[in-house]
């Protein structure tokens, strides 16, 4: 039997690739540090899962609205609020398994083929898959890292046209950690504001940042109404595998969320809410200690990449990731990354996974202990160093 046509059009993540590869050269004996995947290595807070416990033994073990409970709702919609500052009530809010849905479902209810979506280049691989999935044209605009990895205002400017329906923005962002300056994100508002189209803001990373809070663009006048907020528990919370996830939008796009939610997931699990609920209306000291753990690690591994001759990278300002140049060893992205996971025992993935701009990159994690990262630095050097002496040679 012959696949959809539909299907030759998906992408994959290579992260999960990459886990593979490292796991099967660990089967060998050999010893890799981890820095592929993109999670807290965190346990998930005491009391989430505590309340999660509680729910189970309550008998929250059944379905539950398809939007999700209203009491999480609730609670999603008072956080995005306040952080954003905007009015969001329970009735803009679903409630769905991860922070993906929102990508799937919104894109599959808006979505025609002939559509134009922009989109960040390098960014996160789920963007360019759906919008091709759906038939739609991926409009990648560059990432520069001379301006801290934010757009390119100007090739913005250029690719907004009559057939561009979705503009997603990732702040901070994965690959790069970059967070897009306040005073760009007015600006990009007020280069969309009067078009027929909606923003996509995902904002996953929103509590992971070194700076100043990262600004949404649902809070300039007029934006709230036409912006999809893409939120979650996954990254804040150290909860990817308890897959949920939140969109905050105008309702008319609710009401196709949850038709497409109905055809695929029923609702979310219901005892996750609970711990859901826990984990917003509760303490929020792990949530700080974990974003003071990762800024210690990204100024120790920035300022360890840095010192190898032929690798540069600038500290990130938000997210856990490290996107670092490495036009300087003279090899390309894919053939790096290679090169650490088989030389240097170091798993990392290649920037051209996230698109064509990220050719010239490889993004680390440092979602990892202190230590391992450490260790990380001195394999990459030394690998580097045998491999190109002449680059590795001191500088006298
Ligand atoms: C930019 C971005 N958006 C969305 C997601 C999806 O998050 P979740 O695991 O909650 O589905 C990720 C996860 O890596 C991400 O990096």
């Known amino acids: 039997m012959k696949l959809a046509e539909r299907m030759d059009r998906i992408l994959v993540e290579s992260a999960f690739e990459v886990l593979v590869r490292a796991r099967a050269l660990e089967a060998t004996g050999r010893s890799v540090v981890h820095l592929e995947i993109g999670e807290p290595d965190f346990p998930t807070p005491a009391h989430i899962v505590a309340a999660a416990k509680a729910a189970l033994d309550e008998g ?7 939007q999700g409970y209203p009491e999480l709702r609730e609670a999603v919609a008072a956080h995005v609020s306040s952080t954003r500052g905007i009015e969001a009530g329970p009735e803009h809010v679903c409630i769905v398994p991860g922070g993906k849905p929102i990508l799937f479902f919104p894109m599959l209810a808006l979505l025609e083929p002939g559509d ?12 360019q898959s759906m919008t091709q999935f759906l038939g739609a044209t991926p409009v990648p605009i560059p990432l520069l890292e001379s301006r801290g990895f934010s757009f390119d205002l100007d090739a913005l400017r250029d690719k907004l046209s009559g057939r561009t329906r979705m503009l997603i923005l990732n702040s901070p962002q994965n690959p790069t950690g970059g967070v897009i300056p306040a005073e760009e994100i007015r600006i990009i508002a007020d280069l969309v504001r009067d078009r027929d189209l ?5 904002e996953i990373y929103s509590r992971i940042y070194y700076g100043e809070r990262p600004a949404s663009i649902a809070s300039l006048p007029g ?3 036409k912006t999809i907020i893409l939120d979650g528990f996954s990254k804040t919370y150290a909860m990817t595998g308890w897959r949920m996830g939140y969109g905050v939008m105008p309702e008319w796009l609710v009401d196709a ?3 497409l939610m109905v055809n695929s997931n029923s609702c979310t699990a219901s005892f996750t809410q609970r711990a859901g609920i826990a984990a917003l209306n509760g ?4 949530v700080d200690r974990m974003v003071a753990e990762f800024a210690r690690r990204r100024s120790a591994f920035c300022e360890g990449l840095n010192r190898i001759p032929g690798v540069r990278c600038a500290p990130p300002g938000g ?9 300087g060893t003279g090899m390309d992205s894919r053939t790096a990354a290679d090169f650490l996971l088989n030389t240097a025992g170091v798993a990392c993935l290649s920037g051209a996974a996230f698109g064509k701009y990220g050719e ?3 993004r680390f994690s440092y979602a990892n202990s202190y230590e391992n990262l450490m260790e990380a630095v001195k394999r990459i050097e030394s690998a580097l160093a045998g491999r190109y002496p002449k680059i590795s040679a001191p500088v006298s």
């Open 198 to 202: 909606i923003v996509l803001s995902d």
């Open 319 to 327: 997210a856990f990731y490290a996107f670092a140049n490495i036009t």
């Open 257 to 259: 969320v949850n038709k």
């Open 116 to 127: 134009e979506v922009i989109y960040p280049d390098p960014g996160f691989p789920i963007y």
């Open 283 to 286: 303490p929020q000291d792990e």
């Open 60 to 66: 929250w073990t059944h379905y539950g609205p398809t």
């Open 223 to 225: 934006m709230q109404e």
């Open 360 to 362: 010239g990159y490889v």
